[in-house]
């Protein structure tokens, strides 16, 4: 499971604050916090208003690297951010969070993802919103992976995110999902499949029981990355004896490593 660390986030009112006052420490703590419990990204979401973002944008990045290492994932959905982010990690993987059916995503986002051979999250939705099947989700993906190899991306840069929504207000958005995640893989072996995993709980009790439910089924669904809490350590233990239960474990070694180091 790829682990992309959801902590530096500026829609969390703390982290909006550290932005703010430049709280460098703060930021620090969420970097090493998160890269210390697994993470293989971080993300990184600024969430100011597009005049404050690009160089907030920089901060964060300059911020966490002055601690770590960690590859990041860049979240924005505006063009000169995601451009500013980009120019600060030469040399080094990037992920682009993300590519969607919108025309200010196609025309923005791709062609910086195609230039900069970027990894890259694509979701399910276009300028009508969230469609509510898999097969109209499907469609989306669809040509947006025709745009993506036309634009030369190979299918394993791809993070397809099918979108998971609330079972709050929708009792079968599970059902949807994996739905959804089946089908993209039937169609393209080669992708990821990514997901914000705790949006399947977002107003309910006991979240991350329902989150660690969620990611056990989306696992066997296909899911092989996700956006979360990475020092959420039920959740971790969660997925790599999941992982080991369906087989994807040699020798069990992952499990019993991660065991043996105390990380689950
Ligand atoms: N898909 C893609 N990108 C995404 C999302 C997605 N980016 C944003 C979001 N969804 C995923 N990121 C977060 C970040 C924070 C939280 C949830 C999802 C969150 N934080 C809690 C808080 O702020 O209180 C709890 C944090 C904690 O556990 O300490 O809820 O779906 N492509």
Redesign the pocket.
Known sequence: MII?G??I?G?????AKAIQERDETFIRELAIKQSEAGAHYL?I?AGTPPDREPADMVWLIQTVHSVTNVNL?L?STNPEALKAGIQQLKDKPIML??LSGEKNRINGVLPLACEHNTEL?V?ALDDKGIPNTGEERLAIIRSLVEMTRNGGLPDRNL?I?P??TTIATDTQSGPKAFDTMRKIKDEFPDVHL??????IS?GMPS??LINRAFAALAIAAGLDSA???P??KELRGMVKAVEMVLGMDKHCLNYIRAHRSGQI
Not at 11 to 15: H, I
Not at 194 to 199: F, H, K
């Open positions: 992309i959801e902590k986030n829609t969390r009112k703390q982290v993300d979401n994932c979240d969070n993300s999250i979701l993070y995110d979108l998971i990514t997901a914000g995993l705790s949006n977002f979240r991350p956006i979360i809490n020092e959420d």
